[in-house]
């Protein structure tokens, strides 16, 4: 009776597409746990609605393109994106918004451009991008950290406002949010105000703001609240790099040209411009050095280029902020760089055993 | 820094599989029963096959040459026990394709009678030649799984003085032992072969690469090198694929071996341990290659061991004798399951390149699920002992350009499958590859083919008009005479023809002037007696 044939290799290391995913996940867990204590509930539910429509959406695309869907429903990237661009969004943003914004990043993002693995650009971002400027003032309704907020929202309240857009009695929506600190930077910055003033002015205490009717938005190193949040995605990232799910080339490269490029200008001008740290840990600069940069299916290849396209990452990041039209600027910088990733790609190559470095 | 650090730094990738050795090292070597029948390929080393030099029939004695090498590139065979040759045909031998190739069968008589035979005391006296003449004649073949005839090896040539001979005691592949209870029950013998192999390539140093979770194996081998000049036990980190001959090279030397050239161009030549022992029984028992050691294991085999075999053995016999569950074998494989080839049958015969028989339980194997679309994650590349990247490779190799793949360095591929054991997607890496070099071959073969074509196709047209340059030029040279010919004929025609003109008109006169003088004078005129006479002076 013949035996059955194989080609070698006839053995695997345990490793899968769902449990690099399901490490993801579980990383995600430190920030978003910071994000719910100082931000409130809203961003759960928006996790919840994204996860949601991505299955669906998902789902619905692989029936369309005739593919199994149990096999790669199980693989956990579309759950991925959607938590992704959850955490990329204001927490007060209406249920539509999380549901368009999931529709773009799975259906065009992905799909379209030939389903897990061939999309050249990020989906999450692609998703946000396209809310941002269709959306601007749903994108830009941030909350304040819940205990300086005269209005913290529990659970209930941040439900009635996703799902039916309605406050609770008394409340508009201006009163309830708050620039967020790199916002409220640029804009006192355009306005002629010091990086120093700025802080002093929005980084008092509690009592003070309180007399002042400012909020103190600003904490030890980055946006209160926001430095909590960043300091748990670099929790997260770096127990991704232990477990080698992601390599350190990518983070690395985004946050040492970061602070390299911050810091010569805050040494040249430090009135005018954030010093590195802040830079570092405001906005969602942990969350996309050791998530969303990182995606495999986007970013470069190789060692080298992995630095590279990390590198060019955090010089836009900054240029973005200091000098362009949006406060964060995460998305756009992992969109262009994901534009170059072939070109580095081609150029970037590891030298080969036996032969010189060409 | 010890040289085990050193050497972590400078091997790059590699993976650490479940190693599932301790299974068959508990029981030192046993012996293979006798089977009923031997069946040998012909074919099992890297080169022409043999020729056979006996026919059905025939007895002959164990150690006798049964098929003789062929070319340059080549090693003859030997019969592993004394019998008849039962037959010479095409049989089915381990190859992953599962063709049949020829092979010639002997049955057993029982007595195992040795041919005429003797070693030499001192190998230091015999010329270098000599004694790779004697390994030639011996069938020795790279032991470690390449099969590529070792006295071609031990021959450097005309490159660079061979500065450091190693011995590959590395088995790095997961469940392979051979090596390892070599070098711990034989290891005098395996020294006793690296001094005669030192002695053939003259080399200045030897160096001993064994695997660190071989312990016992360091420790008997070290014993054995003590005291001698120049040999050193060096053990290397417990990674695959160490045992690689150009990755061994560069951690116990820093040397890299330039693709597309041999070891010998850096100084290096790598042989396995057991072909060293071979080469022992040889030169001092003047013993050819009749069996070897095959490590006998896996999740179907209730007693797993190593087994000193016969050449020809069928593999079902020896897995029968370690107590095998056949149903519950799930693959079997030549070799490791990293790089090892899964047989199409068990009864296929042992051969010189089989270090290991691994009936494999479904339980130990790899899950059977489709490939996902590949996630450009990097693992691959991070886990190529050849600092290539597999990702690439896969995407062009899968859009059939051959030219990028071949940009990629293709050809540096060792086919070690780390990059296919850590890919999530569980894509099969390394038989794209395999299928990508396949096809280079293959054009290039019709590039060949076709060249050649054309030269022939030239050659021909340029035949062709030499031939019509010739014909023309004959035809010319015809013509040419033929007018010569003409020319002449009708000059001549025409002196003829004036001739006869000429012949008639003086007949014709003859005539008038007979006439005139047959009639007297009536008044025939003065004038045409001148007449006449002015005829006659006309002629």
Known sequence: MPLKTATS???????????????VLAALIPGVVAYVWFFGWGVVINIAIAATAAVVFEAGMLRLRRQPIGQYLADGSALVTAVLLALAIPPTAPWWVTVTGVFFAIVVAKHLYGGLGYNPFNPAMVGYVVLLISVPREM??????????????????????????TLPAGITLDALTEATPLDALRTHLGLGSTVSDIRATFGLDEETSRLLSVVPIFGMLGGKGWEWVNAGFLLGGLFLIWRRVISWHIPAGMLGSLIAISLVFYLY???HYASPMFHLFSGAVMLGAFFIATDPVTAAASPRGRLIYGAGIGILIYVIRAWGGYPDSIAFAVLLMNMSVPLIDDYFKPRVFGHDRD | MSLTDAARRLFRGGVHPEQHKAESTHTPIGSADMPERLLLPLHQHIGEPAEALFAPGDRVLKGQTIARANGYVSAPLHAPTSGTVLGIGEHPVPHPSGLVAPCMVIEPDGEDRWIDHA??????????????NIIREAGIVGLGGAGFPTYIKLNPGHHKPIETLILNGAECEPYITC????????AAGIVSGLAIVRHALQAKEALIGIEENKPEAI??????????????VVPVPTIYPAGDSKLLSRILTGKEIPSNKLSA???????????????????????PLLSRIVTVTGGAVAQPRNLETLLGTPMDALLRQCGTRMAA?????????????????????VIKTTNCVLAAAAAELLPQRPAMPCIRCGACSDACPMNLLPQQLYWHARNKDLDKVQKFDLFDCIECGACSYVCPSNIPLVQYFRYAKGDIWIQEREKEKAQLARRRHDARQARIEREKAEREAKRQQKKAALDAASARERAQAEAQSARQRAEERRDVAMQQVQKQRTVPAEGTEPAATEKNEKNRAAD
């Open chain 1, 9 to 23: 290799p006839h053995v695997k290391a345990p490793v899968t597409v769902t449990t690099l995913m399901i490490q």
């Open chain 1, 140 to 165: 830009t309704a941030w909350l304040p950290v819940q205990s300086l907020s005269e209005h913290p929202l529990n659970f209930t309240e941040h439900a009635a406002l996703i799902f039916t857009g």
């Open chain 1, 269 to 271: 001008d430090p009135a």
């Open chain 2, 119 to 132: 070693g030499h005391d001192d190998y230091a006296s015999i010329d270098p030649v000599a004694l790779r």
């Open chain 2, 179 to 186: 090596d390892d209870m070599l070098m711990r029950e034989r």
């Open chain 2, 219 to 232: 420790a008997a081998m070290r014993a054995a090198v003590a005291g001698l000049e120049g040999v050193r």
């Open chain 2, 265 to 287: 161009h850096v100084g290096i030549t790598c042989v396995n341990v057991g072909t060293t022992y071979a080469v022992h029984r040889a030169i001092a028992h003047g013993e």
């Open chain 2, 329 to 349: 074998i799930d693959r079997l494989i030549m070799g490791g399951p990293m790089m090892g080839i899964a047989l199409h049958r068990a009864d296929l015969p």
